[in-house]
């Protein structure tokens, strides 16, 4: 079946724009999270969604990012007022349910963000 | 919050040769340890995983261990190939989230 995707793959952004990135889940997985990857490091966890209640935002790095989801489907993280130390790929990933046996998180491809 | 740390950062083997990659956590209430395979311009897979009730777990040539007492796991690839070479990432499952190693660059050589 389809898998993650994400869109766009690439955005370049001037400093001090907004940006929205976009994440399509897995059908049927409750949980997506958004993670985000500067070059050569780990996978930072920013926010992570489950079905209705409400999501936690413990990783986002400022009040110029945020992330809605409609139920159990589209996501969008929207970065505000752009700066050169966003740039970064931004991951999303989806998982059946976060309780029970179904801990496995699937990722999408990523969007690299620059900005000049 | 859990903490990961991930061992070592490259990694150079010949082809055929076994690799082992050594991840710690801080968090003794963690109860999932997933492994990922990311490829150049491609998103983090998931490779093999193992839950804190089973000691260790293997998928062909990818096995996994995992001590809770000393709470660290290791992923060990066996008789390596080429598509083996990528970055490899753990991560320890607390609290709903997954908090990741900052990965190892594994190069399998020719």
């Known amino acids: 079946g389809a898998g993650v995707s994400q869109s766009p793959s690439n955005k370049v952004t001037e400093k001090g724009k907004d940006v929205e990135l976009r994440c399509d889940p897995i059908?049927?997985?409750?949980?997506l999270y958004w993670y985000r990857q500067s070059l050569g490091q780990g996978l930072e966890f920013l926010i992570y969604f489950q079905g209705n209640s409400a999501p936690d935002k413990s990783g986002l790095p400022s009040d110029r990012f945020s992330a809605e989801r409609t139920g159990e489907s589209v996501s969008t993280l929207t970065i505000q007022r752009t700066q050169q130390e966003d740039s970064a790929v931004y991951l999303c990933?989806?998982?059946?349910?976060?309780?029970?046996?179904?801990?496995?998180?699937?990722f999408g491809p990523g969007t690299r963000l620059t900005v000049t | 919050g859990e903490n990961v740390e991930q061992h070592p950062s490259t990694l150079s083997v010949q082809e055929g040769d076994s690799a082992v990659i050594k991840c710690t956590y801080s968090?003794?209430?963690?109860?999932?340890f997933p492994w990922y395979k990311q490829e150049l311009g491609k998103g983090p897979q998931l490779i093999i995983d193992?839950?804190?009730?089973?000691g260790e777990k293997k998928d062909q040539r990818i096995a996994v261990t995992l001590n809770k007492t000393a709470k660290h796991f290791s992923l060990h690839i066996t008789e390596t190939q080429p598509e083996d070479s990528a970055v490899y990432f753990c991560?320890?499952?607390?609290?709903?989230?997954?908090?990741f190693g900052t990965g190892t660059r594994l190069t399998i050589i020719p």
């Open positions: 991560a320890a499952r607390g609290n709903e989230k997954l908090t």
């Open positions: 990933a989806s998982s059946r349910r976060t309780g029970g046996s179904s801990y496995e998180q699937y």
């Open positions: 968090d003794s209430a963690s109860n999932y």
């Open positions: 193992i839950r804190s009730n089973v």
């Open positions: 059908s049927g997985h409750t949980a």
